[in-house]
């Protein structure tokens, strides 16, 4: 599997920089964080180093959209850089990788667009072991490799909507499209959308620090598990 190795941070001049929409997996960026980011530059804060791949002698960002807007916010001419080696396919992955670790809570598309470039990049594949005899990974692995914001299910829907072949590698594993939400099982499709709402909500209340917002976040989340405890019987899931 691919695995990029780092150099020490450079000084990059920004009119240098490519900047592929298409790395850009957060469809645009968020001018607020743009504007706090260049606050913290003016008051002589040193913000962490923008990733560019190095794809075919061309500097390409993977990770910093928002830095590298905020240098240009203040005049800067140039940003600290780490580079790494990488193709255009790996490229992609390394900027959706970045977007699932840190920075806003992507939107389901969003989410949707990683697992495209997870895909394309060949990171679903691994060295036949004990655990992964097959050397693929399995649908809970890359759900997990998203960052846990999908179920194994969407994954599998995913994959055999934008990647059939690859489908069909995986023969009987469990989420496949018998198990996957049809017309007529509307039911398994509102789990499936409740499961990834749950997600989405968790990973989006992470970027939440004041006191007062979480705690009116947990008693809402509260609310809705003493709803879902009152409305129907249910019992521990499997997994």
Same mark, same amino acid.
């Not at 298409?22 to 706090?36: K, L, M, Y």
């Not at 599998?156 to 994959?159: K, L, T, Y």
């Given at each position: 599997m691919?695995?990029?190795?780092e150099?020490a941070?450079?000084?990059?001049?920004?009119?240098?920089? =490519? %900047?592929?929409?298409?790395? !850009?997996?957060?469809?645009? &960026?968020?001018?607020?964080? /743009?504007?706090?980011?260049a #606050? @913290?530059?003016?008051?002589?804060?040193?913000?962490?180093?923008?990733?560019?791949?190095?794809?075919?002698?061309?500097?390409?960002l993977?990770?910093?959209? =928002? %830095?590298?807007a905020?240098? !240009?916010a203040?005049?800067? &001419?140039?940003?600290?850089? /780490?580079?790494?080696?990488a #193709? @255009?396919?790996?490229?992609r992955?390394?900027a959706?990788?970045?977007?699932?670790?840190?920075?806003?809570?992507?939107?389901?598309?969003?989410?949707r667009d990683?697992?495209r470039a997870?895909?394309?990049?060949?990171k679903?594949?691994?060295a036949?072991?004990?655990?992964?005899?097959s050397g693929?990974?399995?649908?809970?692995?890359?759900?997990?490799?998203?960052?846990?914001?999908?179920?194994?299910?969407t994954v599998?829907?995913?994959?055999h909507?934008?990647f059939?072949d690859?489908?069909?590698?995986?023969g009987?594993?469990?989420?496949t499209?018998?198990?996957?939400?049809?017309?007529?099982?509307?039911?398994?499709a509102?789990a499936s959308?409740?499961?990834?709402?749950?997600?989405?909500?968790?990973a989006?209340?992470?970027?939440?620090?004041?006191?007062d917002?979480?705690?009116?976040?947990?008693?809402?989340?509260?609310?809705a598990?003493?709803?879902?405890?009152?409305?129907?019987?249910?019992r521990?899931?499997e997994?």
């Open positions: 691919f695995s990029p190795t150099a941070p450079i000084k990059l001049d920004i009119a240098d920089l =490519h %900047r592929d929409p298409r790395n !850009q997996i957060r469809h645009g &960026t968020n001018r607020a964080v /743009v504007d706090r980011y #606050t @913290a530059l003016r008051a002589g804060v040193e913000l962490p180093p923008v990733r560019v791949a190095m794809i075919e002698g061309v500097p390409t993977v990770d910093g959209w =928002h %830095r590298v905020a240098h !240009q203040i005049g800067a &001419t140039s940003v600290p850089a /780490v580079i790494v080696q #193709t @255009a396919r790996e490229a992955w390394l959706a990788e970045a977007n699932l670790a840190h920075g806003l809570p992507l939107k389901p598309r969003e989410v990683a697992f997870f895909i394309r990049a060949r679903h594949r691994t036949a072991s004990a655990r992964q005899p693929r990974l399995s649908y809970r692995d890359i759900a997990k490799a998203l960052g846990g914001l999908v179920t194994h299910q599998s829907n995913w994959m909507k934008d059939p690859i489908a069909l590698e995986y009987g594993e469990v989420g499209p018998a198990e996957a939400p049809s017309p007529d099982d509307p039911e398994a509102f959308a409740a499961h990834d709402a749950i997600r989405q909500a968790v989006a209340a992470r970027g939440v620090h004041d006191p917002r979480r705690g009116a976040i947990i008693e809402a989340a509260e609310a598990l003493r709803e879902l405890h009152e409305a129907a019987p249910w521990p899931s997994f």
